[in-house]
């Protein structure tokens, strides 16, 4: 089992590469199986919680959405004995009521990604393991953190639920992409979500996310469609909420509900364990080791 370092992770996304109000500060360099993460993770104490916090993109946003080390920043965190990790992901909206600088803590993802790394088990692992997704975030979690992000004095608006659909990008939307995901019934638009919950789920992480509304992509006809600016322009000015939420959200970790994240690959592996080679096993051990003792 992992030494526990941190049981609270944070994957910042675009507008959120630093955690303020962080006490007692360090900063780790973390190799994975699957080579180094994002950047370094730093741990602070916020709150009386240890938090582990990583900038998705890398220091000053050098990772596209399709390069960002998914498995290896899942992995990292959990080494880290994280348990729970919250997103926080900056988004377009494809509804009227989901308005710029709103907040969503969506509960379904649509993945519409198609050059990323989407699972450690992959051909080196030895094994084949199918987890479930049929409710992609923890709804324990996700709970959790709707009520920190409606807390007094955060001062957005905040919807529950909602799907997240997830484009490899990186350009954004054409219109008539637009109006296809709105007829689907998607809600928000992203590019980082998938595969970061299907790994999340494959290394028993509880994961949920806070979305930040940044603009109406391209489908609003009387809107200018989306651009970098408009979105680094509300960026800062949600990310002040996205850090009040997650303050909010530390003295309510204890009360979060039971969930099954925790043994998502318990009735997962397929493969028989005697013929999985022990050079396999030992690479996926921080996931695999407690059920092939
Ligand atoms: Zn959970």
Known sequence: MAEIVARLGVIGGTGLYRMDG???????EIMTPFGPPSGPIT?????????????????????????????????????LGVERVIAVSAVGSLREELAPLDLVVPDQL?????????????????????????????????????????????????????TYICIEGPQFSTRGESRVFREWGMDIIGMTGMPEARLAREAELCYAMLALVT????????????????????????????????????????????????????????TDPAVIPSKARERLDLLLGRYLA
């Open 110 to 162: 649509f993945d519409r990604t198609t050059d990323r790394a989407r699972t450690f088990f992959d051909a080196d692992a030895g094994c084949v393991a199918h987890v479930s997704l049929a409710d992609p975030f923890c709804l324990a979690t996700s709970a959790a953190l709707h009520a920190a992000a409606s807390a007094p004095g955060i001062g957005a608006r905040v919807h529950r639920g909602g």
């Open 43 to 79: 741990l602070g104490t916020l709150g009386d919680e240890r938090v582990a916090f990583l900038a998705r993109h890398g220091r000053g946003h050098r990772l596209s959405p399709t390069r960002v080390p998914y498995r290896s920043n899942l992995w990292a965190l959990k080494s």
């Open 22 to 28: 962080l006490a007692d500060i360090e900063e780790r």
């Open 215 to 270: 603009d109406y992509d391209v489908w609003r006809e009387e809107e200018e469609p989306v651009t970098v600016q408009i979105v680094v322009e509300r960026l800062h000015r949600n990310a002040a909420a996205a850090r009040e939420t997650l303050r909010a959200l530390i003295p309510r970790l204890a009360a979060i509900g039971g969930c099954t994240c925790r043994a998502a690959l318990q009735d997962a592996i397929v």
